[in-house]
Every structure is written in C-alpha cells, then in structure tokens.
Nanobody, 124 residues
C-alpha cells in the first residue's frame, strides 16, 4: 500500500514555529521531487515549498520565503517543512505530495501521490 503520512501540525500562536514531517512507504520516493501544499477554507490548494530529488534545489512561494524551510532525508523516505514566524494567514491543511518526476514543480498536476493532510492553525 502507498502511504504518505504527514505529522507535526497543531495550534500555535502567531510568531511561533512548527515542524511538519512527511513519511513515505510503499512507493519510490528518494528519486522524485516532493512538495508541501496547503489549502485554506474557500481557497485553492497552493504549493508553499518543493524540493528536488537530490535536495539541491528548492522552491518557495513568495508568501513563505525566509520563514519556511523544506528539507529531505532520502535514506528515511522523509521530507520536512520547518515553519517559523507563523502568521494567522498560514492557517490551512498542509499536504505533502510526491512528484511525477525528479525535477521540482509548484503545480499540483505534477504530483500524483498525496498524503491525507495535517491541520495547522495559527492564532493571532
């Protein structure tokens, strides 16, 4: 069975930090790009960060640049999202997704395996 499982979400005050983790099983992971997406109520799902299979290239949405850091550990089939200086507008369900190719992308159509999501709520 294919699984992408996110963890680390929760309730945090504005200015605080959270570290999200995504663990993969049942599918090739280390040679594909991985992205972190989020979806707030009434809004479209958006890519906040993505990482090349090698870890050597990353993408960040303008809204999170300088605050979020994506990293991966291919030996453990895991990807992480360190989120600092959180704002109320970061409140959303966060999903990790495995890409269809090694190169990173910010488009949802370029990801074919998704986790179930983890809720992040930032109180102002």
């Amino acid at each position: 069975q294919v699984h992408l499982v996110e963890s680390g979400g929760g309730l945090v005050q504005a200015g605080g930090s959270l570290r999200l983790s995504c663990a993969a099983s049942g599918l090739p992971f280390g040679t594909y790009a991985v992205g972190w997406f989020r979806q707030a109520p009434g809004k479209e799902r958006e890519c906040v960060a993505a990482i090349h299979w090698s870890g050597g290239y990353t993408y960040y949405a303008d809204s999170v640049k300088g605050r979020f850091t994506i990293s991966r550990d291919n030996g453990k089939d895991s990807v992480f999202l360190q989120m600092n200086s959180l704002k109320a507008e970061d409140t959303a369900v966060y999903y990790c997704a495995r890409g269809v190719r090694p190169a990173l992308s910010s488009y949802t159509a370029d990801y074919n395996y998704w986790g179930q999501g983890t809720q992040v709520t930032v109180s102002s």
